[in-house]
């Protein structure tokens, strides 16, 4: 819809709104201006953006380094380019313009109470981006949104995305299909190469279930609306096993969100104990699983279950899943790690696990971790009495989802 011919819809669009009461609050630095936020980057406005902004470090983003950025009014950054689109396009795009971004929606400050939008390098390592309450097209202020992106330099061209969802409210802006803030073509959150192959959404994109990152987070331990992602060597997340996928934490296991190609390899990074499942919910099947080298203190034998039939599988072994059935499988668990590993739940790095499928497309799958209780070891006596009673009792704790 031309935004200079607006018709608003008659209907309005409602939908639950989620509760923002604990999500993670925006960062702030007493050494810049504006409320810790920095510089306002750009007049109060609809579609504009900076102008060319330098970075005070260089990064390597999908293979092309960069020095410079665009500040855009619509909830992202971009480096080939200012860009002022408000209805945001699903990744992967093509116009060969690179993009972050925290909620690329119809952002518009140009309201008397809406927020604005800053930015700030409180040091040499960081760039720190906010969109500080901000309203919606058309000069609408009654919901808003407060968000913000930083990138933490990590030496020669690596860096951290780091996206802060202190609250959202509103998806969409009058010329994107939407009535009051919601519906039509809600806002999208991730990063793209602009090269229309390489890129990554985060869960609820283009849904009115974007108002959840703000409940959620892919870090563990950290808090609701807190989402980072390393990039190494130019790549994202979940392509080489130093740097995998990290998943949304839930109270019921591990959710993994992510695009594949065919014959493309995922890392992705599940917290275990002594064994973990995997499901995919939508998307096409695991064709193979790698397993990881063998553990620490040597454990290097496992066992792989599927279709109800196990299969031991050595460390550093890739099993294929398409010659039991060329159209994959959905589940799949995998057991026996060695208790005496003692692997960290909170390690990102404890089993590394690569992943293929039978086809490409966007996959949303969970891992579910299997733990165990260790329980201390009773003074000598009690301990045989135990034995003697009531024998040798191993308990299991399953933290499981409906499959």
């Not at 390489?198 to 609701?224: C, E, H, K, W």
Request: aromatic share 14%.
């Amino acid at each position: 819809m031309n935004k200079n011919n607006l018709l608003v819809s008659g209907s309005l669009c409602a939908f639950l709104m989620m509760s923002n009461a604990y999500a993670i609050p925006l960062l702030k630095f007493d050494n810049l201006d504006n409320g810790g936020f920095g510089d306002l980057v750009m007049l109060p406005n609809d579609d504009g953006s900076s102008s060319e902004l330098n970075l005070p470090f260089d990064i390597n983003f999908f293979g092309s380094n960069y020095e410079s950025f665009w500040v855009n009014n619509n909830g992202n950054i971009t480096f080939g380019g200012a860009l002022g689109s408000y209805t945001p396009e699903p990744f992967p795009l093509s116009f060969f313009n690179p993009m972050i971004a925290p909620f690329w929606g119809d952002v518009d400050t140009r309201c008397f109470t809406c927020g604005s939008v800053f930015v700030g390098s409180p040091n040499a390592s960081t760039v720190m981006v906010t969109w500080n309450d901000v309203g919606y097209f058309s000069q609408k202020s009654d919901l808003t949104n407060n968000f913000q992106l930083l990138l933490h330099d990590q030496g020669a061209g690596d860096f951290d995305i780091e996206f802060r969802y202190d609250r959202l409210e509103w998806t969409t802006g009058d010329a994107s299909g939407g009535s009051g803030g919601l519906g039509g073509t809600p806002a999208q959150a991730g990063f793209d190469a602009g090269d229309f192959v390489n890129y990554f959404m985060l869960p609820g994109s283009r849904t009115n279930a974007i108002l959840d990152l703000q409940n959620t987070t892919n870090v563990s331990g950290g808090d609701p609306g807190l989402w980072s992602f390393a990039i190494r060597s130019g790549n994202v997340p979940g392509t080489t096993p130093e740097n995998p996928l990290v998943p949304v934490i839930q109270d019921d296991g591990y959710q993994f969100d992510f695009n594949v190609n065919l014959n493309q390899t995922i890392f992705i990074d599940p917290d275990v104990a002594i064994g973990y499942e995997y499901v995919v919910d939508d998307g096409p099947n695991f064709a193979s699983v790698l397993i990881p080298s063998a553990l620490p203190n040597g454990d290097n034998t496992f066992e792989l279950n599927v279709n109800n039939i196990t299969y031991d599988l050595l460390a550093g072994s890739v099993f294929d899943f398409t010659s039991l059935d060329p159209f994959g499988f959905n589940h799949f668990s995998i057991a026996g790690i060695d208790t005496t590993e003692m692997l960290d739940p909170n390690n990102p790095f404890a089993f590394v696990t690569g992943l293929t499928f039978v086809d490409s497309g966007i996959v949303s799958m969970r891992q579910i971790p299997i733990t165990t209780f260790v329980t201390p070891v009773p003074e000598p006596e009690t301990y045989a009495m135990l034995l003697a009673g009531l024998g040798f009792l191993g308990l299991r704790i399953y933290r499981h989802k409906k499959v």
